[in-house]
């Protein structure tokens, strides 16, 4: 009974540590409903929670998008107009 009561409490009014890494969690997998209620709760009345929630999405949407679009290796060499432009030069150099 005591038991099960503390868990109530401790699942509504979790700790900044608590709740920071309930926020993490809820990234991958939704946490269950008394968890939730009491993030919900701690980030109404804790500013840096709510700021280091916000960090956390904008770090899964980059790293998203890392995944979606992997950077393009840089071209090797010269580009068409590069060479144009130095075969040009050596031409009228020679004339
Ligand atoms: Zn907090």
């Known amino acids: 009974m005591w038991t ?3 868990s109530w409490i401790d699942d509504l009014s979790p700790a900044c540590k608590q709740a920071s890494e309930w926020q993490s969690r809820a990234l991958d997998a939704p946490l269950p409903l008394r968890k939730r209620a009491g993030l919900w709760i701690h980030l ?3 500013r840096w ?3 280091y929630g ?3 999405g904008l770090l899964r949407q980059v790293c998203r998008k890392c995944d979606e679009e992997p950077a393009s290796p840089p071209k090797a060499g010269l580009s068409d107009e590069a060479k144009e432009r130095m075969k040009q030069r050596l031409q009228s150099r020679r004339d």
């Open 4 to 6: 099960s009561l503390k």
């Open 44 to 46: 109404r009345l804790c």
């Open 49 to 51: 929670c709510r700021r």
């Open 54 to 56: 916000q960090q956390i």
